[in-house]
């Protein structure tokens, strides 16, 4: 189930386990962890691991042991959770005592039958570096014979690209070629991700899409685009800075972000902070 509008109010009905742009949040991998380990062995730890997570470390997995690690440092092989809380469920969460934050690589490893099946990895993530762009085809090419719309997601990430969840800035999109977007920006990220919709029409030429975000840093501001392509590659784009505002030129097309404004704020429920 995604978050959706409500209609009957302004605000977002936010009880799905992914948010109105199709991203996930925590909750879907819980969903993830109850199937069985015979279809697909899952491990996810469900923490951005920043100064602001809890100490203990919560891990949903479908696999008998997990063992967390920090740094190459083991904290400890164990089972899953037992209590009144997953008394019912298929497979109960894990918690790990980490013993207090410390920056750096968390990563979760699952076993079924002492062997190693599953992994995951999150990273302390560093200051903002850079924009990165991306489509989510869900497995299959645009449809080229009927009107489709694509999600486009705006990550702001670090150097290494870890996607910065504290980041909310606004991000402006612009497109060239055969598409339009749909959807009202400059819009915040959120979790450091920004969304907007690009629509596609019949038999219409492959299109691009730009995106611009202004990062602030100590008395200074930096100035972030990137852009992405349906098919092929992007046109080439520069960022032109100004004293009111900022654009990102592509043959033509101007994508303009006013300068330092507020965050426009979204009505999408934050992704609980771990």
């Given at each position: 189930m995604y978050d959706y509008n409500r209609g009957y109010a302004p605000d977002i009905e936010s009880s799905g386990c992914m948010d109105i742009f199709r991203l996930p949040k925590f909750s879907y991998h819980f969903f993830r962890s109850q199937r069985s380990a015979a279809s697909g062995p899952v491990v996810f730890i469900a923490s951005h691991w920043t100064p602001a997570s809890a100490p203990d470390v919560r891990v949903f997995s479908n696999c008998e042991e997990v063992e967390l690690w920090l740094d190459g440092l083991s904290l400890g092989r164990q089972g899953p959770d037992r209590g009144?809380?997953?008394a019912r469920l298929a497979h109960h969460p894990f918690t790990v005592r980490t013993g207090g934050f410390r920056p750096g690589t968390l990563e979760a490893v699952g076993y079924v039958g002492g062997c190693r099946v599953a992994r995951h990895v999150v990273r302390t993530p560093g200051a903002i570096e850079r924009l990165a762009l991306a489509f989510d085809l869900s497995g299959r090419p645009r449809d080229r014979g009927r009107k489709d719309q694509i999600f486009c997601?705006?990550?702001l990430v670090d150097a290494p690209g870890t996607v910065v969840p504290d980041a909310w800035e606004n991000v402006a999109f612009g497109?060239?070629?055969?598409?339009a977007l749909v959807g009202a920006h400059p819009f915040s990220s959120e979790a450091g991700v920004a969304a907007i919709l690009l629509e596609t029409e019949p038999g219409a030429a492959a299109a691009s899409v730009?995106?611009?975000?202004?990062v602030p840093g100590g008395r200074s501001v930096k100035l972030s685009g990137a852009s992405a392509a349906l098919e092929g590659r992007p046109p080439r784009h520069e960022v032109r800075g100004?004293?009111?505002a900022v654009s990102v030129l592509a043959r033509g097309r101007t994508t303009r972000a006013a300068r330092r404004r507020p965050p426009v704020r979204s009505s999408r429920v934050p992704r609980t902070p771990a």
């Open positions: 009144r809380m997953s997601y705006a990550s497109v060239t070629g055969g598409g730009y995106a611009l975000a202004m100004a004293v009111a």
